[in-house]
T-cell receptor, first 112, second 116 residues
């Protein structure tokens, strides 16, 4: 049983560019949540997708957007990258919105 | 708004000994979940243990157990017989229980080092 997978593993972008990160949930899970983890900090909630719609959103600007596909996989898009967007981006899946979440290995984004 | 506080940035323990990691939280909710996650250097966040607030019995999972004090809003993690593989960042997390409130709120973490 494959767990949560994320791609790419690492990514280097230049300030002002746009980036897309991808996540495939654990088998049987229909809800995907995205978190940003800055160095030395705990993860912070970005948003959650269920039934292809954004259901909840944390305190992140509109530069952060997402999408969920019919197969439950998800993308996180960040526009107009800032140096402060450098972080580990974690995807988590769950069988429904209010259940325990299983995390992927993360994508390390570096903005130069 | 809910907050989670982990007051121990770093801790160390000798192999085979017992260590307790502290976590306090603030909420006005009555129904919620609490979690401990482990994040080793490989970065993968792994669920260690979960506690439902309506359950008075403390959760246990092999060498891991919690001391859940709802009135005090305290949720500590005890690791018995510590092993080298327990070396990791440990995060305490809170999640509401109602409706679609499924986002996790994390503390800043405690870095645990298990020494041989």
């Amino acid at each position: 049983d494959a767990g949560v997978t994320q791609s790419p593993t690492h990514l280097i972008k230049t300030r002002g560019q746009q980036v897309t990160l991808r996540c495939s949930p654990k088998s049987g899970h229909d809800t995907v949540s995205w978190y940003q983890q800055a160095l030395g900090q705990g993860p912070q909630f970005i948003f959650q997708y269920y039934e292809e719609e954004e259901r909840q959103r944390g305190n992140f600007p509109d530069r952060f957007s997402g999408h969920q596909f019919p197969n439950y996989s998800s993308e996180l898009n960040v526009n107009a990258l800032l140096l402060g967007d450098s972080a580990l981006y974690l995807c988590a899946s769950s069988p429904g919105a209010g259940n325990e979440q299983y995390f992927g290995p993360g994508t390390r984004l570096t903005v130069t | 708004a809910q907050t989670v506080t982990q007051s121990q940035p770093e801790m160390s323990v000798q192999e085979a000994e017992t260590v307790t990691l502290s976590c306090t939280y603030d909420t006005s909710e009555n129904n919620y979940y609490l979690f401990w996650y482990k994040q080793p250097p490989s970065r993968q966040m792994i669920l260690v243990i979960r506690q439902e607030a309506y359950k008075q019995q403390n959760a246990t999972e092999n060498r891991f157990s919690v001391n859940f004090q709802k009135a005090a809003k305290s949720f500590s993690l005890k690791i018995s017989d510590s092993q080298l593989g327990d070396t990791a960042m440990y995060f305490c997390a809170f999640m509401k229980h109602e409706g679609s409130q499924g986002n996790l709120i994390f503390g800043k973490g405690t870095k645990l080092s298990v020494k041989p």
